[in-house]
């Protein structure tokens, strides 16, 4: 996938020097639920376990060829979200450097309409935490 700004791709074990640089970032990992890295073996275990997976990918900026956040959808959390059944929950950051530009909702917008053409699934759900408002879903 992608746009003229941005790649969705899966991870690659190289990509760790790049997340521990934006994932170690103290007011990144909280504001998506998830502690600051504390290494960048860290973040390479990270690549091997949780973006493991067919429904996760790095947010690469194509102008450097650097991931520089990520985005997926996968099984509903445990977080009290109204989720209907075997409706996927989405999540999505990127680094510091990058707010307030508008990826997080052009990756968002890209993993939708690749999962209208790929899937059948009909919907998706997402939340935000109360103290980050730029990060509210915006589906269209």
């Given at each position: 996938?992608?746009?003229?700004?941005?790649?969705?791709?899966?991870?690659?074990i190289s990509d760790a020097p790049a997340l521990y640089k934006y994932a170690s970032d103290t007011e990144v990992g909280p504001r998506a639920g998830w502690a600051?890295?504390?290494?960048?073996?860290?973040?390479?275990?990270?690549?091997?376990?949780?973006?493991?997976?067919p429904t996760t990918w790095a947010i690469i900026w194509?102008?450097?060829?650097?991931?520089?956040?990520?985005?997926?959808y996968g099984p509903s959390c445990e977080c009290n979200l109204p989720a209907r059944e075997e409706e996927p929950t989405v999540g999505y950051w990127v680094g510091r450097p990058y707010w307030g530009m508008g990826i997080c909702t052009e990756a968002l917008r890209m993993m939708i309409e690749h999962i209208r053409k790929t899937t059948t699934i009909r919907s998706l759900i997402s939340g935000h935490f109360i103290d980050n408002p730029a990060s509210l879903p915006c589906f269209i």
């Open positions: 996938m992608k746009s003229n700004r941005i790649s969705l791709r899966p991870w690659h600051p890295h504390k290494s960048e073996d860290e973040s390479r275990t990270i690549i091997h376990t949780v973006f493991d997976n194509n102008q450097t060829g650097e991931a520089i956040g990520a985005i997926g």
